[in-house]
């Protein structure tokens, strides 16, 4: 096993390799350790929020990944007194992926489309030392310099046999 202070190297080795249709996850500690081929588990020995912000930065310093952040819906639901400091780690979540794009959805969906990812592509976990349930932060990794309006124009010239110089 990799001393933990490594892991912000794996990252750093990883982004440029990593592209659409991969996927990072900043994992809670009770997250388990996935056995498909393809999902790698490494551990942070950190807290949440200092795994998160390590991860986003790296992904901001990338200009040709954009990510597409997916949270657990049920980490709405969670009740302080169920876990005590869920309110304070949701209104950090909030501020901190201001101006993302952030999808809700419910815990085995998100798992699921994680699976599905890993059928054929790289997948990153870093579990951190959080103990409250439901906040782990998934992150689909989009094209950073193609979007979906250009996508559609493209296949829509493609349909029309539009081919440019």
């Known amino acids: 096993m ?3 202070s490594d892991w912000v190297h794996t990252i750093e080795e990883r982004m440029p390799l990593f592209g659409h249709r991969n996927w990072l996850v900043v994992a809670d500690a009770a997250y ?6 393809g999902i790698e588990t490494i551990l942070s020995g950190e807290s949440q929020q200092d795994t998160m912000e390590t991860v986003l ?9 954009r990510p597409i952040v997916h ?21 950090w979540l909030q501020t901190t992926l201001k ?3 952030v999808n809700f959805a419910p815990h085995e969906e998100i798992i699921a489309k994680l699976d599905h990812a890993a059928q054929m592509f790289s997948i990153l976990i870093i579990k951190s030392t959080m103990a409250i349930p439901y ?31």
Do not use: N
């Not at 930065?57 to 990944?65: D, E, F, K, T, W």
């Not at 193609?146 to 046999?161: F, K, M, S, T, V």
């Open 2 to 4: 990799k001393p933990l």
């Open 32 to 37: 388990p350790a996935q056995s498909r081929p």
């Open 57 to 65: 930065a790296h992904l901001r310093a990338c200009g040709h990944v």
């Open 71 to 91: 949270v657990d819906r049920e980490l709405e639901f969670v009740d302080e007194k169920d876990a005590p400091g869920v309110g304070g780690y949701r209104q």
């Open 99 to 101: 101006g993302l794009t």
């Open 135 to 165: 906040t782990s932060v998934f992150i689909e990794m989009d094209c950073g310099y193609w979007d979906a309006d250009l996508e559609a124009r493209l296949r829509a010239a493609i349909q029309r046999g539009e081919s440019k110089p």
